[in-house]
C-alpha cells in the first residue's frame, strides 16, 4: 500500500526529468556518444584532445575566445597536469598570438604572448564580435560543454548536425539549418569540413573525426580537473563502503541486547 | 532496572572485547577520514596554481642600465634591484674603510646563493642583484651611490633605509650599529645572454631556494 | 552503559566551573530516547551535519571568491582550476545545497506522518519551520554568487515579487536591489547576508535542540514513554545508528559530488550573467519547484468587492504555503500523533507526498506546456488547491470524524509483544 503511494511519488518526480532537460519540443534527441571522460573510471584521449586543440586553434579560434584558459594551461603545470602538451611546444602556441601590452614610455604595443597570458580573443569586445559575425555574438567556448543541456553530446550534435533545410522552410537572413540547434536556425555557418585541418599524428580529419577531437577539448577544457575527481571519488567511495559495512556491523552487536 | 539490564546485557557478553576491537577500527578509520578531509581544506589556503604561475622567473634587460644606474623591478610581488655598478664603486667593496663598517663583510649569514657568496656578491662584478628589502621591517631601501654627503664622510656609497636609518654598502651589506641585523638578499638569478638577466632561476648546478635564506 | 567512567581530575576542575562535560555525559550519553525510533529519526542529525558541512565549506569558498560583478563568475571557476581542492571544496558546498534539503524535506514529512508537531512539540515544530525558512533564505541568495544566469535571472524574478505588495511594493524592491535592477550592490548584500544566515540557523538549530530535549523525541507509534523500559540510552545505541546512518548517506552524496556534480543544476549557470538576455527558461533550482509552481497557478483572486491581481495573489499563496506549516499543530485536531493509527489520515498523507512531487514537476515547466493532452498549469492549479486543502481543511476535519486505531498500551509493550492487543485490529509492527 504504502509501497504503491511511494512508487506513484517517485513515477511523478519522473516528470520532471524531460524538463529540466532540454526543452526542444521540434528537435530529434540527441545522438549519444560514449566519451572517453565519462563513467566513474572516465578519463581524458590526450590524443584526441590534443587534436581537439588543434582544431579550435586553427579554426574555432578565429571567431570564439577561450578566455578561461592560459596557455600555460595545456602544458605540465596546467590544471589536472595539462593536455599533455611540452613546454616549449606550448610557448610556440603562445607566441604565434599577440597580445596588448604598454612599452616603458607607457604606449600601447603589441607584444608575442607567453605561457602565462590567457588566450587571446579573436575580438576585443563584444561589439567588435557582433559586427563581424552578422550581429550574432559567438559564445567563449571556455565551459560550452557544460553550459549546454546534453553536454558532449550537444556540441557534437550540433558541429555535425548541418543539412540542407527542408523543403519549404524559410531561413532567415544569414542563417544556416541545423538539426540539433532549437529553432533549428542557427547563426554559425557550418565551421567544420573534411581536411579543415591537417592532423600532425596522420589521422584522417573528416568532420565526424574532428569534431569528436574538437568537443573531447573543449570537455577537457571545461573542467580540466575531472580526472582527480574522478580518482578521489573512487576512494572515496571505497573507504565509506568499508566504513559504512562497519558501522552497520557495529550498529548490528550493540542494538542486538534491545531487539 | 531495564536500563541497567541493557548495560549488563551489552557489557557482560563476551563480544566485550569485540566491542573495544569495533570501537578501536571505527575510530582509527574515522580518524583516517577526518584527516583525509581536512587535507583539502588546509591545502586550498596553499598559493593556488595562478599564483604560482604568477611567480615564475623574468627576464630583464640590463643593457639599458648606465654605469652608476639602478633599476627596480618586481618579482614575487618584491622589489629586485638591479645596480650597474661603475669600477670606482667595485674598488671601494675590498677597502679596509669599508670593511671597517660592515657586520658580515664575508657574507657568512646565509643570505645569497652560493655563486653570490664573494666579496661582489653577485656573478658578474659589475651588476649587482638585490632583494630590496631592509632586513630590518622590510621598508624599501633608498639607492645612494655618492661618497660623502648628508650621510658624512664615511660614507662610500650603497643604501640608506629612510625608515630607521639602517646603511648598507654597495654590495647590500650590513654596516654596524644600524638596526637592520642582516646583509641584503640575493635572490636566484641567471644571466640567460649578456643582456638578459633572468630572476628567479638559478644557473645550471645550483638549486638554491630564496626561501632558505636566514631573513627576507 | 560501561560502569561510571573514572573522572580525570582535569575533567573534575573543568566541569565544576563550566560544566560542558556533565552537559555532554546529560545530554548526549545517558539522555533517555524511546527504544523503537526507526530510521526516519536518522534525518534531523543528517541535517546537522550538513549545517556544518555547509559552513566548513562556505569558509573556504569564501577565501577565494571575489563578491563584484565584473569577477564574481571568473573567481568561480578560479576556484575550479585553480585553487588546489578548490573544485572539490565546490562542488560540496553546490551539492550540499540540495541535499541539506533533502534530509530537511524528509526530517520535516516525518514529523507530518508521526504528528511530532503535536503537544508539547509545538514550539519545537515552529524553530524548524523558521530553520526551513532561513535555509531558503540562505539557498536563494547563496545561488545568486556565481553570477551566472540563472543567479541574475532568478534574483530579478524573485526580488520582483516584491513589488506585488500594493503602495510600497517598488520602493521595497528598490530598497532590496540597491539600485534600479539586480546588480552590484545587489550581489555585496546578499554575499554579506548568504554568510550571515548559516550563523543565524546554528543559533535556532540550538533552541531547536534545546526544545527538543525538554520533552525528548517522538516515536513511531507517537505515544508518550511511559517508563524507563521505554527508553534507551541516547549513546551508544543512537550514536551508532546515527553514525551508520551518516555513512549511507555520505555515500549517495560522494556519488552525486564526485561522479554527477552538475545532475541536480542548471547548465545555464555556466553562462556568465548578461542582464540584455534572458534565458529561455527560467527555473529555480530543485528545492524550490514546489513554491514556484504554485506561485505561478494562482489567478486574480476576487474578493467580494475587490480583486487581488494574481501576482500579488501568488506571492501571498506562496508565502502562505510555508506560513501554513507553522500552524499545523492547531490545525490537526487528531487526538492520536502517528498516523500509523490513523487509517484514513495515511492515505491523504502520501497524497501529499505525490502532491509535493507534482507540484516540482509543475515548477520545471512552462505552463503552458502540455503533458498528456492537460496543460502543467492546469495540474499546478489542482495540486495548489489539494496542498492548501490538506492543511486548511483536511487536517482540522479528519483529525474530528476519523476513528483511530487503538493505541497499544505503551512503547515496551508493543516492541516486545509481551501484552495482547487492546482490542480489535491488527498491530501494526514496530
Partial sequence: MRRLAFAAALGASLLVGPAIAQESQETPPLPKLEWPFEGVFGAFDRGSAQRGFQVYNEVCANCHALRLLTYGDLGPSGPGGGLGFGLDEVKAVAAAKQVPDTNDQGEPITRPATPADHFVPPFPNEKAARAANNGALPPDLSLIVKARAGGPDYVYAILTGYKEPPPGM?????????????????????????????????????????????????????????????RTGIKTILFLLVLTGILYAGKRRIWAAVH | MAESGHAQAVGSQEGGTRRDFLILTVSALGAVGAGALAVPFISSMQPARDTLAAGAPVDIDISHIQPGQQIVVLWRSRPIFITHRTEDELKTLQSPQDISQLRDPDSKALQQPEYAKNWHRSIKPEFLVLVGICTHLGCIPGFDPRPGGDLGPSWLGGYFCPCHGSRYDLAGRVFVGVPAP???????YNFVSDTVVRIGENPPGSN??????EQL | MDAPRKQSKVIRWIDERLPIFAFVDHELNAYPTPRNLSYWW?????????????????????????PHV????????????????????????????????????????RGLYYGSYKYPRELLWMLGVVILLLMMATAFMGYVLPWGQMSFWGATVITNLFSAIPIVGNDIVTWLWGGFAVGNPTLNRFYSLHYLLPFLIVGVVMLHLLALHQHGSNNPLGIDRKGPQDSIPFHPYYTIKDMFGLGVFLIVYAAFVFFMPNALGDPENYIPANPLQTPPEIVPEWYFLPYYAILRSVPDIWLLVFTIPSKLAGVLCLFGSIGVLFVVPWLDTSPV??????????????????????????????PDAVIGGISYLSIGRVGTLYYFFHFLVLLPLLGKIERPRPLPASISAAVLKSVPPAASGKMEHA
Avoid: C
Fill in chain 1, 170 to 230: 524559410k531561413m532567415g537572413e544569414g542563417m544556416n539549418y541545423n538539426e540539433y540547434f532549437p529553432g533549428h536556425q542557427i547563426a554559425m555557418p557550418p565551421p567544420l569540413s573534411d581536411n579543415s585541418v591537417t592532423y600532425a599524428d596522420g589521422t584522417s580529419a573528416t568532420v565526424d573525426q574532428e569534431s569528436y577531437d574538437l568537443v573531447n577539448f573543449l570537455a577537457w577544457a571545461a573542467e580540466p580537473t575531472l580526472e582527480e575527481r574522478h
Fill in chain 2, 182 to 188: 642582516l646583509n641584503l638578499p640575493v635572490p636566484p
Fill in chain 2, 208 to 213: 638554491f631556494d630564496l626561501n632558505s635564506v
Fill in chain 3, 42 to 66: 536518522n534525518f534531523g542529525s543528517l541535517a546537522g551535519f550538513m549545517l556544518v558541512t555547509m559552513i566548513a565549506t562556505g569558509i573556504f569558498l569564501a577565501m577565494q571568491y571575489t
Fill in chain 3, 70 to 109: 565584473d569577477f564574481a563568475f571568473d573567481s568561480v571557476e578560479r576556484i575550479m582550476r585553480d585553487v588546489n581542492w578548490g573544485w572539490l571544496m565546490r562542488y560540496i558546498h553546490m551539492n550540499g545545497a540540495s541535499f541539506f534539503f533533502i534530509v530537511t524535506y524528509i526530517h520535516v514529512f
Fill in chain 3, 337 to 366: 500523533r502517528s498516523s500509523r493509527f490513523r487509517p484514513v489520515y495515511r492515505w491523504f498523507f502520501w497524497v501529499l507526498v505525490i502532491d509535493a512531487f507534482a507540484l516540482g514537476a509543475v515548477g520545471a515547466h512552462r
